[in-house]
Nanobody, 118 residues
Framework: QVQLVESGGGLVQPGGSLRLSCAAS????????MGWYRQTPGKQRELVAS???????NYADSVKGRFTISRDNAKNTVYLQMNSLKPEDTAVYYC????????????WGQGTQVTVSS
């Protein structure tokens, strides 16, 4: 089993910054990728950013140039630095981990609220 604990959400004004953290623990051998998704009421969960085991990154077009995903392998933690935040970035942000152990497993954090408002 894998446990994901997120932190760093909150209320920020437009143009501000936040950094989300997600610490993984448990059976974390074989990680393929970690990432962040977000969801607003009535909409599907969407990928924000991901980082592969080799360090390759992928971003949603809407956050390119504003958000940066990074990973500290020693701490089994993934970060999402969010700059120049916009009201449309308001959502619940979920940490995701994909691992391989004879097959692919998907794990999710509990979610952290990010609200961008003046």
């Amino acid at each position: 089993q894998v446990q994901l604990v997120e932190s760093g959400g909150g209320l920020v004004q437009p143009g501000g910054s936040l950094r989300l953290s997600c610490a993984a623990s448990g059976s974390i051998i074989g990680i393929l990728a970690m990432g962040w998704y977000r969801q607003t009421p009535g909409k599907q969960r969407e990928l924000v950013a991901s980082i592969g085991s080799g360090g390759s990154t992928n971003y949603a077009d809407s956050v390119k140039g504003r958000f940066t995903i990074s990973r500290d392998n020693a701490k089994n933690t993934v970060y999402l630095q969010m700059n120049s935040l916009k009201p449309e970035d308001t959502a619940v942000y979920y940490c995701n981990l994909v691992k391989w152990d004879a097959k692919t497993y998907d794990y999710w954090g509990q979610g952290t609220q990010v609200t961008v408002s003046s």
